[in-house]
């Protein structure tokens, strides 16, 4: 792997702890009631620390790396050429639980070339738990290396499945259904990329959801598949679904 890019890799790194840091200031702004929250969708919020969080990224990356494209969740996307490495952005991911004050919620960056991710950072602020992968260079957490669940699914498997008001809730139900008529059991994060990076972590057996946005999924994939997981993902207008396991579930979660 050229030098250019661990040198992305561990500015993306370094970038997602500091913007942790902001949101968590803004965290405690919310605790005080000063901080602006607005709804984009039923159960879709954005808040004052959303957009701050996403601009504080934005800028640190057109100042480092100005030859890069970027699309981020709040502001959107800009103009890029093929084979112009593109940032992708979740500036919180988990929004509504940040706003009730629940540690479920990460900041999500991902750099792509071509539509694939090379490099992914999740990073959990309230817990301070750094995931990432670097294509080729295994999954990490912290500085540990990170592998998939190897075993314990013979005593219990746990599948975390996640819900969009944009799919059919009939999809979501069948899912949840067709895991407890094989005994796995379920949990619902409420935030995709962490739910994802769980997987990598082993703390999960697999992931679901019918549809997600390219910033909610694309650092968490190459997280998983350096991790050692199975990973599907299928286009769908205007975003993605995602299923990603260890392969002794896969065939089930998929159905």
Not at 19 to 30: H, K, R
């Amino acid at each position: 792997m050229n030098n250019k890019l661990r040198q992305k890799y561990a500015f993306a790194k370094l970038l997602a702890k500091e913007a942790g840091t902001l949101a968590l200031n803004f965290q405690a702004q919310l605790q005080q009631g000063k901080l602006t929250v607005s709804q984009k969708g039923r159960q879709d919020f954005v808040s004052e620390a959303d957009k701050e969080t996403e601009n504080f990224i934005k800028n640190c990356i057109a100042t480092t790396y100005p030859e890069d494209g970027f699309l981020g969740e709040e502001t959107g996307q800009e103009e890029h050429k093929k084979g112009q490495g593109v940032w992708v952005v979740d500036p919180i991911d988990g929004t509504t639980n940040y706003l009730r004050q629940h540690s479920l919620w990460c900041i999500s960056i991902a750099y792509m070339i071509d539509d694939k991710p090379i490099i992914g950072v999740i990073y959990d602020p309230t817990h301070d738990e750094l995931f990432s992968a670097l294509e080729g260079s295994g999954a990490w957490l912290n500085e540990q290396a990170m592998y998939v669940n190897q075993g314990i699914q013979d005593i219990v498997s746990i599948v975390n499945v996640g819900y969009s008001a944009k799919m059919p809730l009939d999809a979501y139900l069948q899912t949840i259904t067709r895991l407890l008529d094989h005994g796995i059991e379920h949990r619902r994060h409420g935030s995709a990329a962490l739910g994802l990076a769980h997987v990598a972590a082993g703390r999960f057996d697999g992931y679901r959801e019918d549809f997600l946005n390219t910033w909610d999924i694309m650092a968490g994939v190459i997280i998983l598949q350096e991790s050692g997981a199975n990973v599907d993902i299928e286009q769908r207008k205007n975003g993605y679904a995602i299923q990603a396991s260890i392969p002794a579930i896969t065939a089930i979660l998929k159905g």
